[in-house]
C-alpha cells in the first residue's frame, strides 16, 4: 500500500468501492469476481499489460478488495494498486498455458478458504479476459456456490465521472485535438500510411499542455478510399493517393481515459456522393446533440440521429454511440449503455459518450465523430476540431 | 476474393488449412471454432481491430473456410482475406452487449444449417475471445453437438515458420533494432518516460529498410528503478534519473509478426548488485542459446539457463521463453511452447522463439533477452544489439 502512486484519492476508491457493493447488493451477489482490466482499475487503481494471463479483483461484502494475478505481477499490484500486501494473492507459471492446471482453480481455493464457498458469485461471463475454460474451473472449483451473470455491473457504476475524472477526459481530448492538428499538416498525395500514423502517435505519446499520453485500448483505426467501407482496419505502407477520401478514428489517451475522435479527409475535390453523406451525418449529429440533454436518453439521440440521417436517403445499422473513460484492449467503449432503439438509459451530467456517426458501405464510407460530456446543460465538447469534411487542396 | 490483399500466397494459406484439418482429424474433431484472431488471421489472413466482438473462422474437414463476424466488419474480411463471398456470414449490431441476445447463438444456427449440428466440434476454451457466455450460447443452440477443448490446436501448428514468415520476422528484427538504437541516441536524465517512449513508437511504425512498422501486441513495457520489480507497467511522464536500471521490453512489428527484446540501461556508474545479475543473465543466456540446437527440446534451453543462473545465486520462477510470430493484443506470445522443466517440444528449423530471460525481485529486475530463429546449425538472431547492460555515463 506505502509503494503504490494513486491517480485518485483513496476517497474516491472507497466511493467506487460502495457503489460496487450497492450493485451487488441489488443483484444479490456475495461475492464477485472482475476480470475486466478496465473495471480492475476502476476499482483498485491496478494496472499493467498483464491481462493475457488469468486475473481479478475480488470484491465482497465486508472483506477488503483482493486481487489475484500471476506471482510476477504481483509488485504492479504493489505499485499501482491500493490493494493491502495481506490482500495480494498470487498463482506460479505452473498455471501459464497448461493443459492441466487453471489458475481459476487455485482462486476457487482461496474463496473457499475465506469462508465464502458456498455464496452467490457474480462472474464478468461475456468479459474478454475471462474465457469458457476460467469460468469452468473456477466453478469446479467452488461446487457449493451459485454462480449469477454479473456483466456490465462494474461498468454500469463507472457511467457518471468524477471531476477528477473529467479533468483527464478534458486531458484526452486536448490530445487527439493535437494529433488531429499533427494530421492536417502532414497528410498529402504520397505519404505513407505508416509514416502519418507515426506522426499522430508521436503526439499522441508526448501529449500536450501537461497532460501526457497513455496507450490506446485499440490502435489507430483508418480507411483510404475503398477500405473506408471497413470501419477496422489498420495502417500499412500504402501511400496516400489523391481524389479519394480517407477517415481516421482514433483516441487521445490520458491516464487511461479516452478521447476517441473521428474525421474524414478529401485530398483534392470531394465526390458529390461525399458530400451529400457529409450533409447528412451532420445533420444528424446536430439533430443528434440537441437531444444530448440531462434527463433525456441514449435513444434519443439515436433515433435523432437516424431520422435525420433518413430524411438524406441514409440509414446506419449499428449503434451510433456508447460511454468512453477507462480503456484497455481490445476496446475503449464502457460497455454498457448505447445509443440505439430500446436504449432507455437516462443521460446523468458527468456522463461521457462517443457519438459514432461512422457510415460505412460497399466501398466506400464516412467518419466524423464527436465525444462529448453530459452537463447540467448543453453537452461539453471534448475536444474542438473543426466538425466537417476536412478538405485538402 | 477478388478485392483482397493477401500477405502470402493462395498456396501457402491451402498449405495451412490442410495442416489445421490434420490436426483436427488426429484430435477427433470434425468441426473448429477458431477465435484466436492470431489463429484466424494465420488461417485466412483476416486482418482487423474488430475482435472485442465475437468474432471466428470456422474449419471443417472438406467446406471452404467460413468467416463469422458483426455486419460492420464483414468489409474488412473482403478486403483482408480469401474467404469467398458465399462464406462470409454475420450478425446484426442487435447483438453487441445485448442482455438478451448473443452471437454465438447465431452462429450456432448456420453450423446445424450447414448440417453440422451433430458433430464433435473443438472450441478454444481458454482464448480471450471465447468467453465463457460465448461457449454457452454456442453450446445451448447446438445441443446435439459434443463439444471438446482445443486449445492451441492451430497455435501448435503455427511454430515452424515459412520462409515468407521468417523474411517477415527478419523485418520485425531489423525495426526493434532501429527502435532500440533510438533509445540509445535519446536516453539521458531528466527526459521524460512518455517523450522517450514516443521516439521509439514513432521508430517503430515508420519501419526501417523497406519493413514498415505494423502495432504491437502489447505496447511498450519498461521499468525504472524499483519499478523495475514489476515486469508489466507502462510510462508515465516521469523523468528518467540517473543512478538507477531502466528496462524496456517491446518489440519490432512487421505485418503482424513480432520480434520482442528487452534491454537494460543503466545511467551512470552500475551498482554491483545490477553488475552481478547482468553476468548471471549473460552466462545463462549463453548457456541456453547453446542448447538452442534443432533436435533439442525447450526444457533444454531452461535447465541450461537456471543452472546457469543457480551458480550465481539467482533463480528464475517464471518461464524463460516462447515462441513468436503473429500477435494480436493482449500478447505476442505464440501460446504454445514454453522454455520451461517438463516442456520436450523438439527444436526444429524455422521455429522463432523469446529468450525472456528476465528477472524480478521485491525492488529490482533486469531483462536482457533475444529473439532468434532456430536453424540447421546456430541460432539466426532476429536482432543486433549488444547483448549486456547498456551503461550511459
Not at 491500493?82 to 498455471?95: F, N, T, V
Not at 494529433?179 to 500514423?197: A, F, T
Request: net charge negative.
Amino acid at each position: 500500500m506505502s509503494v503504490a502512486t494513486l491517480r485518485f484519492e483513496l476517497t474516491e476508491y472507497k466511493m467506487r468501492l460502495e457503489k460496487a457493493r450497492n450493485a451487488m447488493e441489488r443483484a444479490g451477489i456475495d461475492l464477485l469476481v472482475v476480470t475486466d482490466p478496465a473495471n480492475m482499475h476502476w476499482l483498485t487503481g491496478y494496472d499493467g499489460c498483464s491481462y493475457y494471463v488469468p486475473q481479478c479483483v475480488v470484491v465482497t461484502k465486508s472483506d477488503e478488495p483482493l486481487w489475484f494475478g500471476r506471482r510476477m505481477d504481483a509488485n504492479g499490484c504493489r505499485r499501482t494498486a491500493y490493494i493491502s500486501e495481506d490482500r495480494i494473492k498470487w498463482y506460479g507459471d505452473e498455471y501459464v498455458q497448461s493443459d492441466t492446471l487453471h489458475a481459476m482453480s487455485a482462486l476457487g481455493a482461496i474463496i473457499v478458504d475465506e469462508g465464502h464457498g458456498s455464496s452467490v458469485i457474480g462472474v464478468e461471463k461475456d468479459s474478454s479476459c475471462f474465457s469458457a475454460a476460467s469460468f469452468e474451473a473456477l466453478a469446479a472449483s467452488l461446487p457449493n456456490a451459485r454462480f449469477q451473470k454479473a456483466d456490465r455491473l462494474i461498468n454500469w457504476q463507472r457511467l457518471v465521472k468524477s471531476p477528477r475524472e473529467i479533468e483527464y477526459l478534458r486531458g484526452a481530448g486536448k490530445i487527439v485535438e493535437a494529433m488531429y492538428q499533427r494530421v492536417s499538416e502532414v497528410l498529402c498525395p504520397g505519404i505513407k500510411q505508416s509514416d502519418l500514423i507515426a506522426e499522430l502517435s508521436y503526439v499522441g505519446t508526448r501529449g500536450v499542455d501537461g497532460y501526457w499520453g497513455d496507450y490506446p485500448a485499440c490502435v489507430p483505426n483508418l480507411g483510404a478510399g475503398a477500405d473506408a467501407s471497413a470501419p477496422h482496419l489498420t495502417w500499412t505502407d500504402q501511400p496516400i493517393r489523391g481524389d479519394e477520401a480517407i477517415f481516421f478514428e482514433f483516441a487521445g489517451v490520458h491516464k487511461r481515459y479516452h478521447c476517441p475522435l473521428s474525421r474524414t479527409y478529401y485530398l483534392g475535390k470531394p465526390t458529390v456522393q461525399i458530400r451529400d453523406a457529409e450533409a447528412a451525418v451532420l445533420d444528424g449529429m446536430q439533430a443528434g446533440l440537441e437531444r444530448a440533454v440531462a434527463g433525456n436518453c441514449c435513444e434519443d439521440i439515436a433515433k435523432a440521429y437516424s431520422g435525420a440521417l433518413a430524411r438524406y436517403g441514409f440509414e446506419k445499422t449499428s449503434r451510433s454511440g456508447y460511454p468512453i473513460g477507462i480503456g484497455y484492449p481490445p476496446a475503449w467503449g464502457e460497455n454498457s449503455a448505447s445509443f440505439r432503439q430500446g436504449d432507455r438509459t437516462e443521460l446523468q451530467p458527468g456522463m461521457a459518450f462517443h457519438f459514432m456517426s461512422g457510415l460505412w458501405y460497399g466501398d466506400w464510407g464516412i467518419e466524423i465523430t464527436e465525444s462529448f460530456l453530459i452537463t447540467e446543460g448543453e453537452v461539453e465538447f471534448l475536444s474542438s476540431v473543426p466538425r466537417k469534411l476536412l478538405v485538402i487542396d
